[in-house]
């Protein structure tokens, strides 16, 4: 099977279409692992070109005529960058191997001519492979690590010129896998021997005591103790959410947007599979996908439901806690979700609106004296801040709790949860726990 074949027919797809690439991704990796085939190179190749997309496209213009570049079919782009990507970014791919591959497919894809163009872009840039940016910051940050100017000149004027290239390095690098251990089944110190023995290699988190990082993805996703449930995969930014929500035994707690289940199955494990969690997700693929979830870690004590959670009810102050990890603008979240930052059909205002609402229908459901926890992956002040200080200053009956009352204070910021990953080396988290007044 032609690895760089099926990633070029990905990337063509996900950048034309505006697309997600996970589910592309996972499909052919899988046909690759039945025949026996290694699928890391395919989601280096299909993650990279499409992070690096705008960064491709400007080098790629510096060896041909402009005008006629602007004009090429985007297909053809797109192997170019994806030669070109090989040429940059590995170190493990020898040049005339990524060169002769990419032209190869140009012709079978195309024609001669075709193939012959792509042939004297990559070649030009191996001669003369270093690149001049232009010298303004926004523009210069925006074409080397390949993000839209508009966020990149956001970023800017809230962290400067030093912390907004730190962020964008750190978007831009293959993310760790971030364990979270399954204390139902395993103790930590028992999963740490067992990755020993595997000779996995691995660290242990210095912001949350049930997580492990790891670099071998392919041996931890593969290996026994996955499929036997003795860990999940989930960011540590995403299990301090939980952490700070507290949740204990016996409980009763109300998760509205739970897929794809990460959060809901951390607060089942931290109540120790006692009392009770509602979870609650429009899609019935995503429930479907964590009922087996539920099945493999050990969980009981969660009832699915899949349902718009604007129409769960009847609604009453029935819970102890409420879990509102509302679909957010994801800016927190770049370097796993290579595609996001291209992604031109978010409608903020719409977001906002949803995640306005999303407040007052889960403030209903907390009981006095309860806990309503709002959380998002993105470093949108609009949507993280803002959003929960308007919701503060209209309803007087709830409180901000000090993040800092369970998690370690340097990973909060005036109360709030707030991890920025050029920090914190996590994914970007906002979270604000709120308490309803007795």
Not at 131 to 142: K, M, N, Q, T
Not at 210 to 219: C, T
Not at 373 to 380: G, H
Request: glycine content about 4%; hydrophobic content about 40%; charged content about 25%.
């Amino acid at each position: 099977m032609n690895i760089r074949k099926e990633a070029y027919n990905i990337i063509t797809t996900v950048l034309s279409k505006q697309l997600f690439s996970d589910k592309l991704l996972d499909k052919m990796a899988k046909r690759l692992r039945s025949a026996g085939e290694n699928a890391d190179l395919l989601y280096f190749l299909v993650k990279g070109v499409i992070k690096m997309e705008k960064n491709l496209e400007y080098i790629a213009a510096q060896f041909t005529d402009k005008e006629r570049f602007s004009k090429t079919d985007k297909k053809i782009k797109y192997l170019i960058y994806l030669g070109l990507f090989q040429l940059i970014y590995s170190d493990k791919i020898p040049d005339h191997a990524a060169v002769n591959e990419t032209v190869m497919l140009a012709k079978k894809n195309f024609n001669n001519k075709i193939g012959n163009f792509v042939n004297a872009v990559l070649r030009s840039y191996l001669r003369n492979p270093r690149i001049e940016y232009p010298a303004d910051i926004a523009v210069r940050l925006s074409l080397e690590y390949s993000f839209p100017k508009k966020l990149i000149e956001r970023w800017l004027e809230k962290w400067g010129d030093e912390k907004t290239e730190e962020l964008c390095l750190y978007f831009n690098d293959v993310p760790q896998l971030h364990i979270r251990v399954n204390n139902l089944k395993i103790s930590k110190i028992e999963l740490m021997k067992y990755f020993e023995n595997e000779q996995i290699e691995f660290s242990e988190s210095v912001i949350s005591q049930n997580m492990l990082l790891s670099k071998e993805a392919r041996k931890i996703l593969n290996c026994e103790a996955f499929t036997d449930g003795l860990f999940s995969i989930q960011d540590t930014s995403a299990a301090l959410v939980i952490e700070l929500l507290d949740p204990q035994k016996d409980e009763s707690i109300l998760d509205l947007f739970a897929a794809p289940g990460g959060k809901s199955t951390y607060i089942s494990e931290l109540m120790k599979n006692s009392g009770e969690l509602v979870a609650i997700d429009k899609y019935p693929h995503k429930m479907k996908r964590m009922k087996q979830s539920l099945k493999r870690l050990g969980i009981s004590n969660i009832q699915l439901n899949s349902i718009d959670a604007f129409q769960f009810g009847p609604v009453a102050p029935a819970f102890d806690r409420v879990l509102l990890d509302v679909p957010c603008s994801g800016w927190g979240v770049f370097q796993k979700k290579a595609e996001l930052r291209w992604q031109k059909n978010q409608d903020i205002k719409q977001l906002l609106k949803l995640q306005k609402q999303a407040l007052k229908t889960g403030a209903e459901f907390v009981k006095p004296g309860g806990y309503l926890l709002y959380s998002t992956c993105t470093l949108n002040e609009d949507e993280n801040e803002n959003m929960v200080q308007n919701f503060l200053d209209k309803n007087k009956n709830f409180t901000l709790v000090l993040a800092s009352n369970n998690i370690s204070e340097e990973f909060t910021e005036n109360g709030f949860l707030k991890t920025l990953p050029f920090k914190d080396n996590t994914d970007g988290a906002f979270a604000a726990k709120l308490q309803k007044n007795i």
